[in-house]
C-alpha cells in the first residue's frame, strides 16, 4: 500500500468523510500533513448548509445486519472531535496511525482487510451469542428432518447463522453464475503449497477456497433444502488478526471476495503456465477496462484503467441510463471537443472492453456530516431487464457524442417548452384577471353582473340631499370599497357593440390558448419519445446485457435485511434467494422490492451478464455421451466423496428420526390396547338369541368388532356433561325408533335407530349455516360426513355411539348397547382398517383442540389482552393449516384466523412503541420484551406464506420502528433501539420454536359449542372494514 493510499484510510477513518475527491483535496490543500487535512475537512463542512447536496458524501453501506449508529456505544478511548481542542484532534491522529501501524507490521494486513475481518466477526460473535440466548430468541431447525428435505431439484438455501444475510445474497448470486461455479467446483491448489505456503495471501486464500468448494458442492448435490455456510464464514473470520467489531459495506465484501478468488487463482494459473503470462478466469469473468478521456487545466490526457464493480449514484436520477450518462463524464467537458485551450478540467469515460459479468454497485446510502450518521436514499431508480451498452463503448464515441449533442439540444427544448406550457396553464388556471376578462362580458349580456354605465343614454340626476352631503373622514373606515364600486373589476362605460367585440375577442383568445397548449403537450409528448427512441436503432443495440441478480437491501442505514433475485433461464423465471427459503418470483414481485421509493427495501448491486456469451448459465455437457451434467455429475471426485458423507449423515438422521416415530406410535398403540382389553373384560357382554347380521348405515349393524378404546367424546368412564349430550342422542333415537319400528327385537332396535340418527346427522352436514353454529363440533359424524370418511368408519363411529356402557337408562337401552357391544367385539381386523379409523378420530380431536385454541384467542383478543391472545391465534392459524391441508372442511376460515393473528401482532407493535416512546426505563423495557419474546418470533410466520396483507403488516411494524432512526433520542435508547432493531429486520422465513402450547381447558361438546357461538356472532357484528 503506498503511504498517500494509507493517509487517505486514516483520513477516512478520522472524519468519516468516504469521497475520494474530497479526500485528495484536504491532502493536496495540506501538503501530506494529516492534522491540517482533518482542520480542512471538519471546517469546510462547518461551512456547508445542511440543505446543500454536498454536504452529503457516499458512505459504506451496511454489510452486516446489526449496525451500531454514531454515538450509540460508550467507549473509554474515544476521543471528542467536536471541539475545539487540538490536543484531542493530534491524539486521535497519532493513535490511529499508531494502531494501523502496529497492526500491519503485526500480521502483514492492511486496514481494509481488517475491516473486512470485523464484519465477519460480527457475523460469527452474533452467532455463538445467539446460542445463549433465552428459549424464546433461538431460531433453531425444524427437529424433523423431513421439513428440512430438499424437495426434486430444487434451488439449495443458505442457512443464517447470525446475521449473515448479506453473505447468503452475494453467494448465491455468484453460485447461479455456472461459468463461476463450475470454476470454484474444478478449482485445486497449487502443488507447491502443500509443503508450505509462501505467503500471507497463501494461509488466507487457499483454505477459504477449499471451503467455498465444499459450500458449492453442497449447494449442487445435498439433500438438504437448506445448508449451513459456518465454515466458510469461520474461515474468513480465522484469516485476520482483530477484535473488533464493525459493520463495512457489503460491496467492499464483494470486492474483497473476488480480490481473494482473484488470489487464488493466479497462483494457480502461473503454476499451470511457467514462462507465459497467465491468464486469470476471475479477471476474466468479472473485470473491463475503460478509457478515461480529459482536460486537466488545458492540457488533454487518455488513460486506460481496470474496474471490476462500477460504482453509480442514485440521488438525481430515475433510471440506470441517466446514473450511467451522469457517472461516464466528470467536470466540464466544452473543452474535449473544441481546438481552443481553456482552463477547465473534466473527462470523459468510455468503456473499452467489458466484462462477460457487469456489475453495478448502487450507491443508496450518504453521510450525513450536519447529522453525524449514514442515512439511506429511498428514491425509485428503474433499470431494465436487458441493458444495451452500445451508447457507452468507446467504438461509438463519436456518434454517442453527436447523440448525447442532439438530445442536450432536446432536452433545452423541452425545458422551454415546458416553462411556456406552465405559463399557459397559469394563464388559464391561476390568473384573476384574465379570468374575469374572459367571464365577465358573458355574466354582463346574460344579466348576472351588476349593471354598468352605457356611454350614451339618460342618467339620473342627484337628489338635493346627496348634493349637500359633506363626506366626513373616518380613519379606520376610509379604506372600504365605497359602496357604487363594483365586486370585481368591469368596464363602467360600455356599448352592446363593443360587448359584442369584446366578447368575441376573449372566446377567440380563449380558443387560441386552449389550442396553442395542446400543440405544446404534442410537441412535448413527441419530444420525450424521440429522446426514448435516439439509441434505439440496431447499430446502437450490438451490446446486449441481461439481468442476472439483484442484490436488496430492506431497513435503514442503521440495520437492515438482504436478499436476492436471481434469474433462472431454464425455467424463465425470476427465483428469490432470502437465506433459507428459495420461491419462485415474478418480475413484478422483483421491481416492487428493488425499484425503491414504495418501501424501505431496494437494489444495491444490479448484476448483468454479456446476453452473447451463453457460456456464462449453461449447463455442462459430458464430453463422452453428450448428455447434460446435473447433480452429483458436476462434482470433481473428492468434493462427490464430501457431499456423499454428507447425505448418508443426513439420510440417517431421517432414519434415526421415523425409527424414533415409529416407536412412539407403537408404545401409543399398545398402550390403547392394554386400556381397550381391560375396558373389554370390564363390560358384562350378551348377545340375543338370534345370530347378529352384518351392519350397515342402510342396512343393519356389523356381526364382528376388535376391542378398541373408544375416544373420549364418544364414551366416559362416568357420566360427564360429555357423554350425556351423547347419550341423550343415542336415547332419543332409541325411542323414535321403539315407536316407529315393528320388530322389537334389540337387534332390529339398533338397526334402526342407527339409521335415525345417521339420518339426522346427515341432515345437519348438508344444512347451509351461519359461522356461529358449526354442527361439526356437535357431533363427530357431521365432521365425517363433510369430510367425505369412508363408510366403514361411519359405521363403526356409530355402532361405538351405541355401545357406551353408560347407556342403562332402562332394559331396552342396556340391552341394545349389549347388542352393539358384541358387534364391535366381532369386527374381523380385514374389515376396518383400525390405523385409518384412528387417524380420523386423531384429525376430529385436533380440530376440537384448534377451535379451542381459536375460540379462547378470540376471547382474550375481544377483551383487548393481547399478550395472552397471541400464542392462541398463533397456534390455531398453525393446527388450522394442518388440518386445511387434507380438506377444505377440516378446520375453520383460514381467512379469519390470519386476519386476528395479524391484527394481534400489529396491536402489540402499538403497544410496545407506545412504550418505547414514553421514555421511562420500566416502560421502554416491557415494550422491547414484548417484541423480542413475542412479535420478532411471528414475523417469519407471516412472511413464509407471502400474503399480501401479511407483508404489509410487516412493512407497517418495520417502519413504525425505523421511523425512529431519524429523531433525537437519549443515549441509552438509541443503544436499545439500534440493539433491537437488527432482530426487526433480520428476520428469514426460518420458522422459530416457540414455548409450548398454552395449557387447554377442558371443554364439554355443548359449553365449547356456545362459546363458539358466542365469540363468531360477537365478530359477525364487526363491521367488514374493521376486520
Known amino acids: 500500500?503506498?503511504?498517500?493510499?494509507?493517509?487517505?484510510?486514516?483520513?477516512?477513518?478520522?472524519?468519516g468523510t468516504t469521497d475520494i475527491q474530497l479526500l485528495q483535496q484536504a491532502l493536496q490543500v495540506s501538503n501530506g500533513d494529516l492534522a491540517e487535512a482533518v482542520a480542512f475537512l471538519t471546517e469546510k463542512n462547518a461551512k456547508v448548509p445542511q440543505q446543500d447536496e454536498t454536504t452529503y458524501y457516499q458512505t459504506s453501506q451496511v454489510a452486516s445486519d446489526r449496525y451500531i449508529s454514531v454515538g450509540s456505544q460508550a467507549d473509554t478511548n474515544v476521543i471528542d472531535l467536536t471541539g475545539d481542542d487540538k490536543d484531542d484532534l493530534q491524539r486521535a491522529i497519532a493513535l490511529s496511525l499508531e494502531e494501523s501501524s502496529r497492526a500491519?507490521?503485526?500480521?502483514?494486513?492492511?486496514?481494509?482487510?481488517?475491516?473486512?475481518?470485523?464484519?465477519?466477526?460480527?457475523?460469527?460473535?452474533?452467532?455463538?451469542?445467539?446460542?445463549?440466548?433465552?428459549?424464546?430468541?433461538?431460531?433453531?431447525?425444524?427437529?424433523?428432518?423431513?421439513?428440512?428435505?430438499?424437495?426434486?431439484?430444487?434451488?439449495?438455501?443458505?442457512?443464517?447463522?447470525?446475521?449473515?444475510?448479506?453473505?447468503?445474497?452475494?453467494?448465491?448470486?455468484?453460485?447461479?453464475?455456472?461459468?463461476?461455479?463450475?470454476?470454484?467446483?474444478?478449482?485445486?491448489?497449487?502443488?507447491?503449497?502443500?509443503?508450505?505456503?509462501?505467503?500471507?495471501?497463501?494461509?488466507?486464500?487457499?483454505?477459504?477456497?477449499?471451503?467455498?468448494?465444499?459450500?458449492?458442492?453442497?449447494?449442487?448435490?445435498?439433500?438438504?433444502?437448506?445448508?449451513?455456510?459456518?465454515?466458510?464464514?469461520?474461515?474468513?473470520?480465522?484469516?485476520?488478526?482483530?477484535?473488533?467489531?464493525?459493520?463495512?459495506?457489503?460491496?467492499?465484501?464483494?470486492?474483497?471476495?473476488?480480490?481473494?478468488?482473484?488470489?487464488?487463482?493466479?497462483?494457480?494459473?502461473?503454476?499451470?503456465?511457467e514462462g507465459e503470462k497467465p491468464k486469470n478466469p476471475m479477471v476474466e469473468l468479472f473485470y473491463g477496462r475503460f478509457l478515461a478521456v480529459g482536460v486537466l487545466e488545458g492540457k488533454k490526457f487518455e488513460n486506460t484503467e481496470m474496474f471490476g464493480q462500477y460504482p453509480l449514484q442514485v440521488n438525481g436520477f430515475k433510471d440506470l441510463h441517466e446514473c450511467l450518462e451522469a457517472a461516464m463524464i466528470e467536470g466540464e467537458i466544452e473543452s474535449l471537443h473544441s481546438a481552443e485551450n481553456s482552463a477547465r478540467s473534466g473527462q470523459e469515460h468510455w468503456f473499452t472492453e467489458l466484462p462477460p459479468v457487469l456489475t453495478f454497485e448502487l450507491s443508496r446510502f450518504e453521510f450525513n456530516q450536519a447529522l453525524g450518521r449514514p442515512e439511506k436514499i429511498h428514491n425509485k431508480l428503474e433499470f431494465p431487464s436487458m441493458l444495451y451498452m452500445d451508447r457507452y463503448m468507446d467504438r461509438n464515441r463519436e456518434i454517442t457524442r453527436i447523440k448525447r449533442e442532439e438530445i442536450r439540444r432536446l432536452k433545452e427544448h423541452l425545458t422551454l417548452l415546458q416553462?411556456?406550457?406552465?405559463?399557459?396553464?397559469?394563464?388559464?388556471?391561476?390568473?384573476?384577471?384574465?379570468?374575469?376578462?374572459?367571464?365577465?362580458?358573458?355574466?354582463?349580456?346574460?344579466?348576472?353582473?351588476p349593471p354598468v354605465?352605457?356611454?350614451?343614454?339618460?342618467?339620473?340626476?342627484?337628489?338635493?340631499?346627496?348634493?349637500?352631503?359633506?363626506?366626513?373622514?373616518?380613519?379606520f373606515t376610509q379604506s372600504r370599497l365605497p359602496p357604487d364600486l363594483p365586486m370585481h373589476p368591469a368596464p363602467r362605460h360600455i356599448t352592446e357593440e363593443e360587448l359584442r367585440v369584446l366578447e368575441g375577442c376573449l372566446h377567440r383568445w380563449r380558443s387560441e390558448v386552449e389550442n396553442d397548449t395542446r400543440d405544446l403537450q404534442g410537441s412535448i409528448t413527441r419530444i420525450h419519445r424521440t429522446i426514448e427512441l435516439m439509441y434505439s436503432d440496431k447499430s446502437m443495440m450490438q451490446v446486449p446485457y441481461r439481468l442476472h441478480a439483484v442484490l436488496v437491501h430492506e431497513g435503514q442505514a442503521n440495520a437492515g435485511h438482504y436478499w436476492a433475485y436471481i434469474y433462472d433461464p431454464h425455467q424463465r423465471s425470476w427465483m428469490k434467494y432470502n437465506d433459507i427459503s428459495v420461491t419462485k418470483s415474478s418480475w413484478e414481485e422483483l421491481v416492487r422490492d428493488s425499484f425503491g421509493g414504495y418501501r424501505n427495501a431496494s437494489a444495491y448491486c444490479l448484476m448483468y451478464i454479456n446476453d452473447k456469451k451463453p457460456f456464462l448459465i449453461e449447463e455442462e455437457f459430458d464430453k463422452e455421451t453428450g448428455q447434460i451434467l446435473s447433480g452429483m455429475d458436476k462434482l470433481p471426485p473428492d468434493l462427490k466423496q464430501y457431499v456423499k458423507e454428507d447425505n448418508e449423515l443426513f439420510d440417517k438422521e431421517i432414519e434415526e428420526w421415523d425409527t424414533m416415530q415409529a416407536r412412539k406410535a407403537q408404545q401409543e398403540k399398545l398402550?390403547?390396547?392394554?386400556?381397550?382389553?381391560?375396558?373389554?373384560?370390564?363390560?358384562?357382554?350378551?348377545?340375543?338369541?338370534?345370530?347378529?347380521?352384518?351392519?350397515?348405515?342402510?342396512?343393519?349393524?356389523?356381526?364382528?368388532?376388535?376391542?378398541?378404546?373408544?375416544?373420549?367424546?364418544?364414551?366416559?368412564?362416568s357420566p360427564t356433561n360429555d357423554s350425556k349430550h351423547l347419550q341423550e342422542d343415542t336415547e332419543r333415537a332409541i325411542s323414535r325408533a321403539a315407536a316407529e319400528q315393528e320388530e322389537r327385537s334389540p337387534e332390529a332396535l339398533l338397526n334402526a335407530a342407527i339409521k335415525l340418527e345417521y339420518a339426522r346427522l346427515l341432515r345437519f352436514a348438508q344444512e347451509d349455516t351461519p359461522p356461529e353454529n358449526d354442527y361439526r363440533l356437535q357431533h363427530i359424524i357431521v365432521y365425517f360426513i363433510q369430510n367425505q370418511a369412508p363408510k366403514k368408519i361411519l359405521e363403526r363411529t356409530l355402532l361405538t355411539q351405541f355401545a357406551d356402557r353408560n347407556l342403562a337408562f332402562d332394559e331396552r337401552c342396556k340391552s341394545i348397547m349389549n347388542v352393539a357391544r358384541a358387534k364391535l367385539d366381532l369386527i374381523k381386523p380385514e374389515e376396518v382398517n383400525m390405523d385409518e379409523y384412528e387417524i380420523w378420530h386423531q384429525d376430529y380431536r385436533n380440530f376440537r383442540e384448534t377451535t379451542i385454541f381459536m375460540t379462547t384467542g378470540l376471547e382474550l383478543f375481544q377483551k383487548t389482552n393481547y399478550v395472552e391472545a397471541l400464542m392462541y391465534l398463533i397456534y390455531s392459524y398453525q393446527y388450522n393449516k394442518e388440518l386445511l391441508s387434507k380438506g377444505l372442511?377440516?378446520?375453520?376460515?383460514?381467512?379469519?384466523?390470519?386476519?386476528?393473528?395479524?391484527?394481534?401482532?400489529?396491536?402489540?407493535?402499538?403497544?410496545?412503541?407506545?412504550?418505547?416512546?414514553?421514555?421511562?426505563?420500566?416502560?421502554?423495557?416491557?415494550?422491547?420484551?414484548?417484541?423480542?419474546?413475542?412479535?420478532?418470533?411471528?414475523?417469519?410466520?407471516?412472511l413464509i406464506h407471502d400474503t399480501e396483507r401479511d407483508l404489509l403488516a410487516v412493512e407497517d411494524m418495520r417502519n413504525r420502528w425505523c421511523s425512529y432512526l431519524g429523531q433525537e433520542m437519549e443515549s441509552n435508547l438509541q443503544e436499545k433501539l439500534t440493539d433491537f432493531l437488527p432482530k426487526l429486520l433480520d428476520c428469514s422465513t426460518e420458522i422459530k420454536s416457540f414455548h409450548d402450547p398454552p395449557k387447554l381447558p377442558s371443554y364439554s361438546t355443548l359449553e365449547l359449542c356456545e362459546r363458539f357461538s358466542r365469540i363468531m356472532a360477537a365478530l359477525g357484528r364487526v363491521p367488514t372494514e374493521g376486520r
Open 1 to 15: 500500500m503506498t503511504h498517500q493510499q494509507t493517509l487517505l484510510n486514516q483520513l477516512r477513518e478520522i472524519t
Open 104 to 273: 500491519f507490521r503485526e500480521t502483514g494486513i492492511t486496514d481494509e482487510e481488517q475491516a473486512i475481518s470485523r464484519v465477519l466477526e460480527a457475523s460469527i460473535a452474533e452467532n455463538k451469542a445467539s446460542l445463549k440466548r433465552t428459549h424464546t430468541e433461538v431460531w433453531s431447525d425444524s427437529p424433523n428432518p423431513h421439513d428440512r428435505k430438499r424437495i426434486d431439484n430444487c434451488p439449495v438455501g443458505l442457512k443464517n447463522v447470525g446475521n449473515t444475510c448479506w453473505f447468503s445474497a452475494v453467494i448465491q448470486s455468484l453460485f447461479n453464475l455456472l461459468e463461476f461455479q463450475r470454476l470454484v467446483l474444478n478449482y485445486s491448489p497449487p502443488a507447491r503449497v502443500h509443503d508450505l505456503p509462501r505467503n500471507q495471501k497463501e494461509h488466507r486464500n487457499l483454505p477459504f477456497m477449499q471451503e467455498l468448494r465444499n459450500l458449492f458442492s453442497l449447494m449442487v448435490g445435498s439433500k438438504r433444502k437448506y445448508v449451513d455456510p459456518s465454515r466458510a464464514v469461520e474461515i474468513l473470520k480465522d484469516a485476520f488478526k482483530s477484535s473488533e467489531s464493525q459493520q463495512q459495506d457489503v460491496s467492499e465484501f464483494t470486492h474483497k471476495l473476488l480480490d481473494w478468488l482473484e488470489d487464488a487463482f493466479q497462483m494457480k494459473a502461473e503454476e499451470d503456465r
Open 419 to 449: 416553462q411556456r406550457l406552465e405559463r399557459y396553464h397559469l394563464v388559464i388556471s391561476h390568473s384573476d384577471s384574465v379570468s374575469e376578462l374572459w367571464l365577465r362580458p358573458q355574466e354582463v349580456s346574460s344579466g348576472r353582473c
Open 453 to 475: 354605465c352605457p356611454a350614451s343614454g339618460p342618467t339620473t340626476a342627484p337628489t338635493a340631499a346627496q348634493q349637500q352631503r359633506v363626506p366626513i373622514h373616518k380613519p
Open 671 to 717: 398402550a390403547l390396547a392394554t386400556a381397550a382389553t381391560a375396558a373389554s373384560a370390564a363390560s358384562s357382554t350378551s348377545t340375543s338369541s338370534s345370530s347378529p347380521q352384518p351392519m350397515s348405515i342402510e342396512s343393519s349393524p356389523p356381526d364382528n368388532a376388535v376391542p378398541q378404546q373408544d375416544p373420549e367424546y364418544m364414551e366416559q368412564p
Open 889 to 942: 372442511y377440516r378446520g375453520h376460515d383460514e381467512e379469519l384466523l390470519g386476519h386476528y393473528r395479524r391484527e394481534c401482532l400489529l396491536k402489540l407493535n402499538e403497544q410496545a412503541a407506545a412504550m418505547f416512546e414514553s421514555g421511562e426505563e420500566p416502560e421502554v423495557t416491557t415494550g422491547l420484551g414484548i417484541m423480542n419474546e413475542l412479535v420478532v418470533p411471528c414475523i417469519p410466520l407471516l
